[in-house]
């Protein structure tokens, strides 16, 4: 997938309709067991949307619960075939937002 072609965004508010969507007709879908819906993560990081040509086709979410615990909250993408590429592009750009203990 060319870099032009698709874009990585942090999910919020205005784009509720997409995920909800996206969550409800993902061709793979990960949702963490949890007390908190989907949409209940929105505006905690990292939460990311890959858009390709305007159009969500993948989300990860992954924010901490308790603090400095990581866990893959959602991961959806409507990739039909192998859905490794949009999760390796979403994982490398939720790590960038992990404040990692350099002691």
Known sequence: MPPSMYSLIPAS????????DLIQN???LHRH??????????????????????KIQAALACPPAPAEMYW????????????R??????????LTDIPFDQG
């Open 13 to 20: 508010q205005s784009k509720l309709e997409e995920i909800t």
């Open 26 to 28: 993902a061709h793979h």
């Open 33 to 54: 067991l949890d007390w908190r819906p989907v949409e209940g993560w929105l505006g905690h990081q990292p939460f990311w949307l890959l858009e390709e040509h305007g």
């Open 72 to 83: 893959i909250r959602v991961f959806a993408t409507q990739a039909m075939l192998d859905p």
């Open 85 to 94: 590429h949009h999760w390796e592009l979403l994982l490398q750009k939720a």
